[in-house]
């Protein structure tokens, strides 16, 4: 059973900086999409970044486009989620998830496995 751990959350403020991670065990990310997701309260998980293990291609949510960069690592079977110019709307849970979803990576419901979840907080 793989099982991921996410790190690398916390508080920042606005303009700032943060790197989060997410490292599996069990199993490796070798044929998976690994991606972000992020929840705040009251509202529906949503999507942030992917990247496919194979190749390495990357989607990033429009909401985030030129601020957060997803990356893999495969030495340390880990993926990485660089975000720069932190608003206050970024505060959430960051989630990173693994699955095989093709070209649905946008949709929670895709992904097989999650983490539990990291806290970003971005103050005004």
Known sequence: ????????????????????SCAASGGTFTTATVAW?????????????????NGGSTYTAD???????????????????EMISLKPEDSAVYYCAAGRPDTLYYIPSKYVFWGQGTQVTVSS
């Open 37 to 53: 997701f992020r929840q705040s309260p009251g509202k529906e998980r949503e999507f942030a970044a992917a990247i496919r293990w």
């Open 1 to 20: 059973q793989v099982q991921l751990v996410e790190s690398g959350g916390g508080l920042v403020q606005a303009g700032g900086s943060l790197r989060l």
């Open 63 to 81: 909401s985030v486009k030129g601020r957060f960069t997803i990356s893999r690592d495969s030495a340390k079977n880990s993926v990485s989620l």
